[in-house]
């Protein structure tokens, strides 16, 4: 009988284990890879609720981010925001603190580098047997909690960002792969010449 009770307690702490590890081998994953996924957002406040999707390549502080008419390139010093259809281009430097809670592409680096785990549970959601990881700032933020929902073979699926001003942005995941961190950055550099002559470029620098 006590051998038993043993066994089962042994169980029971390998099992509340396996969510932490879960989350700590997504969040390396996250830093040291490439990451590609498509997503729809909904962020949520008071006063209003905006929606829209689009698709993110990523690997640490650099991404291509492309939705709802827009096109977002950076790499990691400056970052071009792009409408083709309107003819118009905004370049900017980026600094550090920047706001990502409603940048998919930014929040998966932000995770790894400056929130800690608070609470990781396993959690049935849509079906899926997925992991729930609630992550709060180690350093000052307007950002107050990240949620991640994590699959057992280390996909993001769902995530949450709540800004201390009480807006809520929600990013539905999909089709979300890895592949090894790669040298070459082509795809994280604007080339400005792909915009016509004519195109209205406003530089912040």
Request: aromatic share 6%; glycine share 6%.
């Amino acid at each position: 009988m006590i051998k038993m009770k043993l066994l089962a307690l042994i169980i029971s702490v390998l099992a509340a284990a396996a969510p932490q590890e879960t989350v700590r081998d997504f969040l390396d994953l996250a830093s040291s890879s490439r990451l590609s996924f498509s997503y729809e957002y909904s962020a949520r406040s008071s006063a209003s609720t905006m929606t829209g999707s689009g698709k993110v390549t990523a690997q640490g502080d650099l991404f291509l981010m492309e939705g709802d008419g827009i096109e977002v390139v950076c790499d990691g010093k400056t970052r071009w925001t792009v409408d083709r259809s309107a003819g118009e281009a905004v370049v900017e430097s980026v600094s550090s603190g920047e706001d990502f809670s409603a940048n998919p592409a930014l929040f998966l680096s932000e995770a790894s580098k400056s929130f800690v785990v608070k609470e990781a549970v396993r959690v049935k959601k849509g079906g899926k047997d997925l992991v729930k990881a609630v992550l709060e700032s180690a350093v000052e933020s307007n950002v107050r909690s990240i949620i991640l929902f994590i699959t057992p073979d280390l996909k993001l699926s769902e995530a949450e960002v709540t800004v201390s001003g009480g807006t809520v942005a929600t990013f539905i995941i999909g089709d979300f792969s890895s592949s090894p961190a790669s040298e070459d950055l082509t795809v994280f550099t604007f080339d400005r010449s792909s915009l016509p002559s004519d195109a209205v470029i406003t530089d912040l620098r």
